[in-house]
């Protein structure tokens, strides 16, 4: 299976507040999980990534959670901002042949209230 | 210094006519991406480039779609007789080779009346 599973589709958060996001994986080929960030009207930015041999990862407010034996991984947002308002993508990256593939989630759509 | 840059930024076109997007990567990126992504929708894979030749198509909806790069730089998507179903933002990224960080350029928004 090639699917990244991502919920909720959208959020919406008090500022202050944590948001978190939560994705689900079947290939264990994947090696690398990374998250996205898009404002409207930009191209998505890569905002933090994990590989599977580490439970937890943090920059700033920013923290991916990653449970291999369960095949999910989250990430949180500590006191969320109203700037952190964008859209949000979990990958998971493998190996193929000469290529490094992204399978992407949906995505999903957080609103931070002021 | 630059990033990756995608020309036009909007294009509206009408149904039936070709259309040519074009990213230019960042420089010294030997791997481009292309991708689709529909309003409120994921990412939808399209072609990857590495150097100038095309290992992976697959994700090219239909023969109206092709792609090409030269130099190992600037890469031009051809939708030949657009539909409706074509309008979506186009996004290039491009990577050094096997890295898993792809960097985005704006897109190009395109629109078939």
């Known amino acids: 299976q090639q699917q990244v599973k991502q919920s909720p589709q959208s959020l919406i958060v008090q500022k202050g507040g944590i948001s978190i996001i939560n994705c689900a994986y079947e290939?264990?080929?994947?090696?690398?999980f990374p998250w996205y960030q898009q404002f409207p009207g930009k191209g998505p930015a890569l905002l933090i990534a994990?590989?599977?041999d580490v439970s937890e990862k943090k920059e700033g407010r920013f923290t991916i959670s990653f449970n291999k034996s369960a095949k999910q991984f989250s990430l949180h947002i500590m006191d969320s901002q109203p700037g952190d308002s964008a859209t949000y993508f979990c990958?998971?990256?493998?190996?193929?042949?000469?290529?490094?593939?992204?399978?992407w989630g949906l995505g999903t759509s957080l609103a931070v209230n002021p | 210094g630059a990033g990756v840059s995608q020309s036009p930024s909007n294009k509206v076109t009408e149904k039936g006519k070709d259309v040519e997007l074009r990213c230019d990567p960042i420089?010294?990126?030997?791997?481009l991406y292309w991708y689709r992504q529909r309003l409120g929708q994921g990412l939808e894979f399209l072609i990857y480039?590495?150097?100038?030749?095309?290992?992976?198509k697959s994700g090219l909806p239909s023969d109206r779609f092709s792609a090409e790069r030269t130099g190992e730089s600037v890469s031009t998507l051809t939708i030949q007789r657009t539909q409706q179903e074509d309008s979506a933002v186009y996004l290039c990224?491009?990577?050094?080779?096997?890295?898993?960080?792809?960097?985005f350029g704006p897109g190009t928004r395109l629109t078939v009346t």
């Open positions: 990958a998971a990256s493998y190996h193929a042949g000469n290529n490094r593939k992204l399978i």
């Open positions: 990224a491009s990577s050094q080779s096997l890295t898993y960080e792809q960097y």
């Open positions: 994990i590989r599977p």
């Open positions: 480039f590495q150097g100038n030749s095309a290992p992976d």
């Open positions: 290939n264990t080929a994947f090696d690398y």
């Open positions: 420089s010294g990126h030997t791997a």
